[in-house]
């Protein structure tokens, strides 16, 4: 199971919840976390909320500095990755290998984009180098964190065949183009567990005056009932069976889910 950016309060409450009733239906659980702190980063709380929750692996993102205490579980966990593109010498890991309780092995890796984003290293040449790394038939999924949909197709052709699955994430709205293709899954977003009526997480008020106005607004999370966007991949060692997309909605009235 890969779950989407977690966003926020609300998002973090929902993978709760959707984790206490399916995390026993799956091997492995990957999330992108990279927005769990209000949308900015993440702390080393939730990351270790997410592990005690059942999420194997945490991924993060260009968010990935924005709480700095999260430098710690990069330099001291495996279950924790951020880009593997940033400059040689960034603390944390750019892939890792976790092992499910059935003894399945699974290597996580993120690649960022460079289009409308920080210009880092080649995130092509960054997946080439994971996909050496990594035994030859164990299943190999890529966090492909990127804005524009062009770099992150062109990053699921280029690595068809080569990774097991290729999972869009940063952009907060699933898309509807999953499939498999020559053995390899893909989605270019797998979307955000959050608030969907939202401007990606956060209030509206304050984005739309900063587009309207041209002046800085600060943003503020938005609240409310949560939405878990996510896939879950069937995986034969590096070749993907299947990729299926869902959306697990937090009940709007339930009184429980909202005091949480
Ligand atoms: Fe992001």
Redesign the pocket.
């Known amino acids: 199971m890969f779950i989407g ?1 977690v966003f926020g309060t609300p998002g973090l409450r929902a993978v709760r919840h959707y984790l206490e009733g399916h995390r026993g239906d799956v091997d492995l659980v990957v999330a ?1 976390g ?2 769990a702190a209000g949308g900015f980063g993440i702390n080393r709380k939730q990351v270790e909320q997410l592990w005690s929750w059942g999420v194997d692996v945490v991924t993060l ?3 990935t500095w924005d709480q700095s205490d999260v430098v710690e579980a990069l330099e001291t966990s495996t279950r924790i990755v951020r880009p593997a593109n940033y400059p040689v010498g960034t603390p944390g890991l750019g892939f890792t290998t976790v092992q499910s309780a059935s003894g399945e092995r699974l290597t996580v890796g993120q690649v960022m984009g460079r289009v409308f984003m920080d210009p880092l290293e080649d995130p092509f040449a960054a997946a080439d180098a994971i996909v050496e790394a990594t035994p030859a038939g164990q299943a190999l999924l890529i966090d492909a ?1 990127a804005e524009a949909t062009s770099e992150k197709k062109a990053l699921g052709y280029h690595l068809q065949g080569r990774a097991s699955a290729v999972i869009g ?2 952009t907060h709205v699933q898309t509807a183009d999953e499939g498999v293709h020559g053995g390899t899954a893909y989605i270019t977003d797998v979307g955000m567990s959050g608030v969907q009526h939202s401007a990606i997480g956060m209030q509206f008020e304050q984005v739309h005056a900063r587009f309207t106005t041209r002046r800085p607004h600060r943003y503020r999370p938005a609240a409310g009932a949560a939405t878990v966007c996510g896939v879950l991949l069937d995986l034969d060692g590096r070749r993907a069976r299947a990729i299926e997309r869902f959306q697990w909605h937090e009940r709007e009235l339930d009184p429980t889910v909202a005091a949480a």
Request: charged share 20%; net charge negative.
């Open positions: 950016d992108n990279e927005n993102g260009n968010h964190h994430t940063h």
